[in-house]
């Protein structure tokens, strides 16, 4: 199994288990080619993958059926180890996520 199919595989797994962020299963998830990158601390600099997803639309409807309220999901993107493959975070508009799903 090649890097991308083993990082996509975890990363569905750990969003069933973790619970914290979702994805727009009709967009899907790009995955980008290995490149080196300076993490979040400004310092460490890695060589990493990058799986960028949408999260899901948010649609809620009144009584009558109309839409009350629509959240656009927002675009997200996941870092992974090259070497090890394990995430590292998940830098989104509002911050980022650690491994372990905290904030």
């Not at 980008?32 to 601390?41: A, F, I, Q, Y």
């Not at 394990?86 to 905290?102: F, M, N, Q, R, V």
């Amino acid at each position: 199994m090649e890097s991308k199919e083993k990082i996509i595989k975890k990363f569905k797994e750990w969003l069933k288990e973790v619970n914290v962020i979702s994805y727009d299963e009709e967009v899907g998830f790009d995955f980008w080619d290995k490149e080196t990158r300076v993490l979040r601390d400004n310092k460490t600099e890695k060589e990493v993958y990058i799986l960028s997803f949408k999260t899901q639309d948010n649609v809620e409807y009144n009584e009558n059926g109309e839409i009350d309220m629509f959240t656009e999901g927002m675009y997200c993107f996941a870092y992974f180890d090259a070497e090890t493959l394990d995430l590292i975070y998940i830098h989104k508009t509002a911050g980022y996520i650690e491994p372990d799903g905290s904030y």
